[in-house]
């Protein structure tokens, strides 16, 4: 079974400031993909980043960036000139990769970030 | 393109009612997956259906749920005489058909309350 740990409750950046999220996760899979989700109060959940197992290049989407060191199963997210819209509870996901059946996802509990003025 | 619709999005049963929740999944899309947030936690997964079929319920309590998702209409996911303990947000996410990955759209989740 996969576990993943998230050991920041909370956090918080100033707006324009940088600021990084921690995630571990324990598997002994080869295969599999790695996500970061955003819940905003709205409690939508909305898929800011995405990373192949397979892909040494860390993702990046806009502001939103990560640190993948697969050997140490470390999945960090980067986020740059942190905009108060950022502010969320953001959740790390697992998944294995099941060659042709889609596969179910195992969260993390979560980091509150509060984006301040 | 609607995305994935769930409803009701509150919900409030006393103790020992059934709840119901419902889950559209986006057009085109025929996996869905059934997600549970307690207070101050993170979504744990409950079951994968495709049409018609349970594919992986390892995640449901043994006890009083059940999900379907019938070849015509919404999934549905049935808690039977509800408890306090089954207060909390359940999300439905859905994909399209099997393929090496497939991203989940997840809707904007059921709220039940136990009184």
């Known amino acids: 079974a996969q576990t993943v740990t998230q050991s920041q409750p909370e956090m918080s950046v100033q707006e324009a400031e940088t600021v990084t999220l921690s995630c571990t996760y324990d598997t002994s899979e080869s295969n599999y993909y790695l996500f970061w989700y955003k819940q905003p109060p709205s409690r939508q959940m909305i898929l800011v980043i995405r990373q192949e197992a397979y892909k040494q290049q860390n993702a990046t989407e806009n502001r939103f960036s990560v640190n993948f060191q697969k050997a140490a199963k470390s999945f960090s997210l980067k986020i740059s000139d942190s905009q108060l819209g950022d502010t969320a509870m953001y959740f790390c996901a697992f998944m294995k990769l099941d060659t042709g059946t889609a596969s179910k996802l195992t969260f993390g509990t979560g980091t509150r970030l509060q984006v301040t003025l | 393109n609607a995305g994935v619709m769930q409803n009701p999005r509150h919900l409030v049963r006393r103790r020992g009612q059934e709840a119901r929740l419902r889950c559209s999944p986006m057009?085109?899309?025929?996996?869905v997956y059934w997600y549970r947030q307690l207070p101050e936690e993170g979504l744990k997964f409950m079951v994968y259906?495709?049409?018609?079929?349970?594919?992986?319920e390892s995640g449901m309590p043994k006890e009083r749920f059940s999900a379907e998702f019938p070849k015509e209409g919404p999934s549905i996911l049935r808690i039977q005489q509800v408890v306090r303990g089954d207060s909390a947000a359940y999300f439905c996410?859905?994909?399209?058909?099997?393929?090496?990955?497939?991203?989940?759209?997840f809707g904007p989740g059921t709220r039940l309350t136990v009184l």
């Open positions: 996410a859905s994909s399209p058909q099997r393929g090496t990955y497939n991203e989940q759209f």
């Open positions: 057009k085109g899309h025929s996996h």
């Open positions: 259906l495709q049409k018609e079929n349970i594919i992986d």
